[in-house]
């Protein structure tokens, strides 16, 4: 017995070898798409409406098509699912004309319902789509996102009924309207004006302890939220309702279908850019019948999902491979000319290099600084590889509300001791450009004010009319920093350049991710490491964080004269005259200094040399649809202009 | 026999609970959560995010709905990062590429571990048994990346003979399988050397020797099969780590395997998936170590059940 218990060992082992072998060669080999690419980390998922980052951007661009669709090259808006708008003179309302020949994946028509579907779902607070701000341009969208926080007495609301918690959960539950009466807190008491304002502001509030007193068409009700399975399981209180949620009445919100093929949106303020956001990924529509059929997230699963671009997924391998395949219901199909796309979840940016130098994939769109050195300085010059300035800015944090960097003297010492040249040069040399300004350079119409140039002598000086001559008594100063080997050895650098520029005591913190967002949100740091990249094509999505007690500020600092023009430059209608305010608010930040700009990103795609139709734009945006492959190379590559 | 089964069945439980308990306080004691964001989160949405994993209930209120998902229904819940699938979808997934990777890297590191530790203990004292050892060190000391680093540059740039990354083919599988195995093989000889060493020199060798025995059987018959027991031991742990995945080599050979998480998971503040891994690994780990206990009951007729 024991014996024959030993003898089986091999034969375990060699089916172990066996199944497993097995198991790796199973996907078999497919045949090459048409295109294959790194996208990075794995798309968080295929739902436009709750993801955010650059992997998703580019595989959402893929499948779904908003009503403008941004130019391959420009980035200009252009007619997408829209074939054309009319724009009021006040600039406040956009009709948009569907084009009739618009389809879902599944051949069905797509509509202007679909779209006001898809942008109330993108506004629901509870899809809970942390880009929704991205549509705020809208009237009342904010207030209608902000769910029962931001509704005030007077106010039309929609109280969305508890649903079946077994059911589908992206079906809505019945509403009732009317209009809101008053709100009660925890204890009873109703909460007027500033009480309320402050109240609902507060992160921690328990929306479940407010009670809404509403007038619909019963008389005075009063309503009380509650989560779908605790509504099923319990009884209300004595003359209470259970509720889903209380929103804003969604007729209140600057949205409305006009006819099947035209939908008309009213604006809080003009926004020059409002076409533009059209066609960013988030405000994408999706097919009302295929969310509420599946429920959510299983109607993104790619057996399920129905979408309107020019791709559709074919397979979705978690972490491996997503191949996508042309849309043949897409209206525009003649004119994409990939008939299959593969996106590699591959996140180390050395392997994405191994991989694009031994030819397995076509697009790269990050290099490993060490090898960016190396490839920009092959001879005769690579025709793959072209860096070009991006609309992103690297900049240090300075926490105003601690000693001594609530002084503006001591905030210009510390930038003007800085050497941005040799950093950009010497360390970074992938062609990445000093800046003096948080806008980048390179936006139509404006030209960022600048913050003063180096000037040690000049900082030295001002360290010492501070109070701190020779850098004596300044406190040792902090870098914080988010784990990572490039933010480590810059901030090595500027530790050196201020012990040896301002004699000051200098030390370096770093955190990995989580931590660092928490850390810098509690403005839990001295000087802090931070990136921006831009949202759309215009000054306003660097310059309204920094307004007084913006969410994302993260300095403590604030200007009256500030918060004013950036209001201002809100509501004003003249493009012309809007720069110019924008002008004035970034002059008044660039000459407080609450943060160090050092330098504008620059891209790193590698593109193989018979890719065509990919150009280096300042968003670093490349859509897949306009992509095709010049095998013999006969046509120009524009993604190489202007690389000497 | 059952009875040893029962109890460590029992204690698998108490294992699994104390696990899950302590990762769960570690996981919500670290500052930052699965949704902070470097741009704000506007506060209602945030809120429905939480309340969709259950965050914005009272702490203990939160582990007593995690326990009974995670132990009755064995639902570990939906990830909070990868918002389109399922800790279990995730680890289905992801498991049988780490696995079958990891055995793969086994077989490879115990055939020649095994090996190069015979002939190094047979021949002792001989330069091969020295260039063995040395080779041992160096693949104990050497890092899983600077092995990768080394095999990629040979064997996929300057002889081009294996693709530098990716899962499908047995090309593919041929770096990383080895890449990943390769400290494993360097410390399974280790130990092999040492225990047959120690076997060799025992009375009852000298004996089948002095009865005529070839010097090969002597080895392999009388020698490897009481040097083995060590080798055992060092295999169980060993295997639970191989085979739930490596973060080094998966991340440089784009392997879409489990190993990845183990890290990524507890920087995200996914706390679904990385108690979801946790708990995977404890399970595995806790199985290998009862086989290896099977197995020296087969192996040694000495060792009793208990």
Wanted: aromatic share 10%; hydrophobic share 40%.
């Amino acid at each position: 017995m024991r014996l024959e218990g030993r003898s089986l060992f091999p034969w375990i082992a060699g089916a172990a070898i066996l199944c497993s072998i097995g198991w790796a060669l199973n996907r078999g080999q497919l045949p090459p798409a048409d295109f294959t690419f790194v996208n990075g980390t794995e798309v968080k998922s295929l739902d436009p409406a709750i993801v955010t980052g650059q992997p998703e951007n580019r595989m959402i661009n893929a499948l779904f098509e908003g009503l403008t669709s941004w130019n391959p090259e420009t980035l200009v808006p252009e007619p997408g699912v829209a074939e054309r708008w009319d724009v009021s003179d006040d600039l406040l309302t956009y009709t948009f004309h569907l084009r009739k020949d618009a389809k879902w994946s599944d051949g069905s028509p797509v509509t202007a319902h679909d779209f006001i579907y898809s942008m109330r779902r993108f506004l629901d607070p509870r899809t809970a789509a942390e880009y929704s701000y991205q549509a705020w341009y809208v009237k009342n969208a904010k207030k209608y996102s902000g769910g029962g926080r931001a509704v005030r007495p007077g106010d039309n609301v929609e109280v969305e009924l508890n649903v079946d918690p077994d059911g589908v959960n992206s079906i809505r539950g019945k509403l009732v309207r009317g209009k809101l009466v008053s709100i009660e807190d925890k204890a009873g008491k109703e909460l007027t004006d500033d009480n309320l304002i402050r109240a609902a502001a507060d992160a921690a509030l328990n929306i479940e302890d407010w009670t809404f007193v509403i007038a619909t068409e019963a008389g005075e009700e009063r309503f009380r939220n509650a989560d779908d399975a605790s509504a099923a399981s319990n009884e209300p209180a004595e003359g209470e309702r259970f509720a889903r949620q209380i929103l804003l009445d969604l007729h209140d919100v600057g949205m409305r279908v006009v006819d099947d093929h035209t939908i008309e949106f009213q604006l809080e303020n003009p926004t020059p850019y409002f076409l533009t956001l059209l066609g960013f990924y988030p405000l994408f529509p999706v097919q009302q019948k295929c969310v509420e059929t599946f429920g959510s997230p299983q109607w993104t699963d790619v057996e399920n999902i129905v979408c309107n671009g020019p791709f559709k997924p074919e397979f979705r391998r978690l972490r491996d491979r997503t191949r996508v395949v042309k849309n043949e219901h897409y209206w525009n199909r003649d004119n994409v000319k990939l008939n299959s796309v593969d996106f590699l979840a591959v996140e180390s940016s050395t392997t994405a290099l191994n991989l694009y130098l031994t030819g397995e994939v076509d697009w790269i769109y990050d290099v490993p600084a060490a090898a960016l050195r190396t490839l920009l300085a092959e001879q005769p010059p690579r025709d793959d590889i072209n860096p070009v300035p991006l609309l992103n800015t690297y900049f240090y944090l300075l926490n105003v509300t601690r000693k001594p960097f609530d002084d503006v003297r001591v905030r210009k010492a510390l930038s003007m001791a800085i050497d941005r040249e040799e950093l950009t040069e010497e360390f970074l040399g992938a062609g990445e450009i000093p800046t003096y300004s948080l806008v980048p350079p390179g936006l139509p119409g404006y030209a960022p004010p600048q913050c003063p140039q180096e000037n040690v002598v000049e900082a030295r000086r001002l360290l010492a009319e501070a109070g701190f001559p020779g850098g004596r008594g300044f406190p040792t100063l902090e870098i914080l920093y988010n784990t990572h080997e490039q933010h480590q050895s810059i901030a090595q650098l500027i530790r050196d350049q201020w012990r040896n520029n301002l004699g000051v005591k200098v030390r370096t913190r770093n955190e990995e991710w989580a931590t660092f967002n928490s850390s810098q949100r509690q403005l839990n740091f001295d000087v802090s490491r931070r990136g921006w990249i831009g949202d759309y094509a215009d000054p306003n999505t660097f310059l309204d964080m920094f307004v007084s007690g913006g969410e994302n500020n993260c300095t403590g600092w604030g200007d009256a004269e500030y918060d004013k023009l950036i209001a201002a430059a809100a509501v004003e209608p003249d493009p012309a005259k809007r720069l110019d305010l924008l002008h004035q608010a970034e002059t008044i930040l660039m000459d407080e200094q609450p943060i160090i700009p050092f330098y504008n990103y620059v891209s790193k795609n590698m593109v193989k040399p018979n890719i065509r139709g990919f150009y280096n734009n300042i968003q670093d945006t490349h859509p897949l649809s306009a992509l095709w492959i010049d095998a013999e190379e006969e046509t120009p590559n524009p993604f190489m202009e202007g690389r000497e | 026999m059952i009875n040893f089964i029962g109890k460590r069945l029992f204690w698998l439980l108490i294992t699994m609970w104390a696990v899950f308990t302590v990762s769960f306080i570690l996981m919500r004691s670290v500052p930052g959560g699965p949704f902070d964001r470097e741009k704000a989160v506007a506060p209602e949405i945030k809120r429905n995010l939480e309340r969709r994993y259950n965050l914005d209930k009272p702490v203990l209120v939160q582990y007593g709905l995690e326990l009974q998902r995670v132990f009755l229904h064995g639902d570990l819940g939906h990830c909070m990062n990868i918002a389109d699938a399922s800790v279990n979808y995730v680890i289905r997934q992801g498991l049988p590429i780490s696995a079958a990777l990891g055995i793969l890297a086994m077989t490879f590191a115990v055939s020649f571990g095994v090996l190069t530790g015979v002939v190094a203990a047979a021949m002792r004292g001989s330069p091969l048994d020295i260039g063995l050892r040395l080779a041992a060190t160096a693949g104990i000391a050497l890092p899983n990346f600077v092995v990768a680093g080394i095999c990629i540059l040979l064997f996929v740039f300057w002889i081009p003979l294996l693709p530098a990354a990716g899962w499908g083919s047995l090309s593919q599988l041929v770096l990383p399988a080895f890449c990943l195995g390769a400290p494993y093989a360097a410390e399974v000889a280790r130990i092999t050397r040492t225990s047959m060493l120690d076997a060799l020199s025992h009375d009852y060798i000298r004996t089948a020797r002095a009865k005529g025995v070839s010097r090969t059987r002597v080895v392999l018959v009388h020698g490897l099969r009481n040097s083995l027991l060590p080798v055992v031991s060092f295999l169980g742990p060993a295997v639970a780590g191989i085979l739930t995945g490596s973060l080094i080599v998966e991340q440089i050979f784009g392997i879409p395997g489990l190993g990845v998480y183990f890290v990524k998971s507890a920087l995200q503040r996914d706390y679904t998936l990385s108690m979801g891994v946790v708990l995977l690994y404890t399970l595995v780990l806790y199985t290998m170590n009862f086989l290896v206990d099977l197995s020296y009951a087969y192996l040694d007729p000495r060792v009793e059940l208990e």
